[in-house]
């Protein structure tokens, strides 16, 4: 063999030591980063936002034949981020009304948004539904519930938020809140009238929320 070709198989095997060498290290470097990035995150354990419905003022709330709905709200949510190191942002927050697990009006996007550490934010989006169809069971149930003059909504925010820790932004997690409303009517009714035919309801109901 020529001592050319020995120059040439030497200099192909110094090549494929050093191509190992750095996919080790590579392979090595993105372990201990996600090793960290997994004790971070343990160490500083982020707990999920705390969801608060303050009020609801009812607009709207009639049921016309055949079993359909016309409703109008406005509620007013607050959510508290109780974490000392670990900022949210709120890609996608949808808020809307179900009664009886039947979504009842449309949803209504709040903008997205960046909650900071121990930060507090409030929205107060309208959400309403023009003659939606209910269920024949779910209109008889709420015309009986309007008659005793009382009747449960679940006020629900469906999105997506990310944590922010230091510079690391995490990927997206699904988002699930779940706000009991009680509504009042006629001699039972402990809303206040604010305006033409409105109506306002101090609530403070603690919401229940998943991640």
């Known amino acids: 063999m020529s001592a050319k070709g020995t120059d040439c198989g030497n200099h192909g095997k110094i090549r494929q030591r050093r191509l190992r060498a750095f996919c080790a290290c590579f392979l090595i470097f993105n372990f201990i980063l996600?090793?960290?990035?997994?004790?971070?995150?343990?160490?500083?354990?982020?707990?999920?936002?705390?969801?608060?419905?303050?009020?609801a003022t009812v607009y709207?709330?009639?049921?016309?034949?055949?079993?359909?709905?016309?409703?109008?709200?406005?509620?007013?949510?607050?959510?508290?981020?109780?974490?000392?190191?670990?900022?949210?942002?709120y890609d996608k927050l949808d808020v809307y009304a179900v009664y009886?697990?039947?979504?009842?009006?449309l949803r209504t996007q709040i903008p997205p948004t960046y909650q900071g550490h121990k930060d507090i934010n409030v929205w107060s989006p309208y959400i309403y539904g023009n003659s939606v169809p209910v269920s024949p069971n779910n209109a008889e149930s709420l015309l009986?519930?309007?008659?005793?003059?009382?009747?449960?909504?679940?006020?629900?925010?469906?999105?997506?938020?990310?944590?922010?820790?230091?510079?690391?932004?995490?990927?997206?997690?699904h988002l699930y809140v779940r706000c009991p409303?009680?509504?009042?009517?006629?001699?039972?009714?402990?809303?206040?009238?604010?305006?033409?035919?409105?109506i306002k309801y101090q609530l403070v109901q603690q919401c229940s929320v998943s991640v």
């Open 34 to 55: 996600l090793v960290t990035i997994l004790l971070v995150w343990a160490i500083l354990q982020p707990t999920k936002p705390k969801f608060i419905l303050q009020d």
């Open 181 to 198: 409303a009680y509504i009042t009517f006629g001699t039972r009714s402990t809303g206040i009238v604010v305006g033409h035919n409105a």
């Open 60 to 89: 709207a709330f009639n049921v016309t034949n055949p079993n359909l709905l016309t409703s109008s709200f406005q509620v007013t949510l607050s959510s508290r981020n109780p974490n000392d190191k670990v900022g949210v942002y």
């Open 100 to 105: 009886r697990n039947q979504q009842i009006t």
């Open 144 to 173: 009986q519930d309007q008659s005793s003059g009382a009747v449960m909504l679940l006020i629900k925010a469906d999105g997506r938020v990310r944590w922010k820790v230091g510079s690391f932004i995490s990927g997206k997690y």
